[in-house]
């Protein structure tokens, strides 16, 4: 049986989708790139939604349809016809019900945003930036395997291999909305390759994953931004160590500090510094829009304490366990070399469900 609240609820969304993709038409909007590419987002949204309700509705009417046939139908051939396609249609109708339940609730608007992804080597010392350089060949490869773009924008070098910091730009299809889930601490158990006596250590590692802010996001004032330049170090030849290209933007109303280096040209490491500085400043408000919903859901994944220990990579038991879902698989070789996303698939699972218990469907 068709769920009439949901129907209501589609009919509105319906009717929303048109009026927007008519206010796309108008030459106003069309002139005023702000407003355009605002609607163009929410249009964009609404897409799969509204394809999944007409499929809905068509499989109502076929249902209707297969049970008029049924109840009236002399001929036993076409009743039988009729009560395969009920068999058929009522669990797909469910099913459909169960989609439109979930694409109803309000996503989070930063989800389809490219990220800024950062990892520090924690706790630890020479074992925790060698894992922190382990966690980012880990990350590359499932960009590899999901068609993203990883662009790295500033490296500080562990002593022993590894980093005690890195900053990647990552872009791709909702990016955002997929790796916000490795926010937090990342705890490893393991022999360091510092230690003589084969002794299992622990070690941490923090990551941070933040929404890029779009040009439109955030209004930056330049005169707040002091610009420092200075010459990159680390790998790069001749030309990268000697010159001034490296860029170090501090915003003086926040405090927030960002630097690039990894390009030749001093323009380059201003834009992408610039980009990574709104970026920053944006998620200043953002953070608070996190604490608040990590409040209501105990699953809650994409929180902003990102002080919060979420997962352990145990080596000695070839063990991944994170602790928020408590989720343990034992393919520790497989999940460093980028295969991560069984477990990302369980926290959007359990995710959608803490957010399906929040609202009113």
């Not at 005023?32 to 897409?47: A, G, H, I």
């Not at 996503?107 to 980012?136: C, H, S, T, V």
Request: charged content about 30%; some cysteine.
């Amino acid at each position: 049986m068709a769920d009439n609240a949901i129907l209501t609820r589609l009919d509105g969304l319906k009717n929303k989708y048109e009026e927007i993709g008519r206010q796309m038409t108008e030459p106003d909007i069309m002139s005023d790139m702000k407003r355009f590419v605002q609607l163009n987002k929410e249009y964009k949204e609404l897409q799969p939604i509204i394809e999944t309700s007409e499929k809905y509705r068509l499989a109502i009417a076929n249902l209707q349809e297969a049970k008029d046939v049924f109840a009236n139908e002399k001929d036993e051939e076409m009743k039988e016809m009729a009560r395969e396609e009920i068999a058929e249609l009522e669990p797909k109708i469910e099913q459909f019900e169960e989609e439109i339940k979930l694409l109803l609730i309000p996503k989070d608007p930063q989800d389809a945003k490219n990220a800024i992804l950062e990892i520090r080597g924690g706790a630890g010392g020479d074992e925790a930036a060698i894992f922190a350089g382990d966690l980012m060949r880990m990350y590359l490869k499932y960009f590899e395997r999901k068609g993203w773009k990883a662009e790295i924008t500033n490296t500080s070098e562990g002593t022993s291999g590894g980093y005690k910091e890195i900053v990647l730009k990552v872009t791709g299809e909702n990016v955002y909305g997929t790796l916000k889930y490795e926010s937090g601490v990342h705890r490893v158990q393991r022999v360091p390759q510092t230690e003589t006596q084969g002794r299992v250590h622990t070690s941490a590692a923090s990551v941070a994953v933040l929404p890029e802010a779009e040009e439109f996001d955030i209004e930056l004032n330049m005169n707040d931004i002091r610009k420092d330049t200075f010459c990159s170090s680390g790998p790069g030849g001749q030309s990268v160590n000697t010159t001034y290209s490296a860029i170090r933007l501090t915003h003086i109303p926040t405090g927030i500090v960002v630097q690039c280096q990894d390009q030749k040209s001093q323009l380059k490491n201003f834009d992408k510094a610039l980009e990574e500085l709104r970026t920053r400043i944006f998620n200043l408000e953002y953070a608070k829009y996190l604490d608040e919903i990590a409040s209501k859901r105990k699953t809650m994944v994409s929180t902003g304490d990102r002080s919060a220990k979420i997962r352990t990579y145990n080596y000695p038991q070839g063990r991944i366990t994170d602790h928020r879902i408590n989720y343990t698989a034992y393919n520790l070789p497989v999940f460093m070399d980028g295969d991560i996303q069984d477990l990302i698939d369980h926290l959007i699972v359990a995710e959608n469900a803490e957010r399906l218990k929040e609202s009113d469907l």
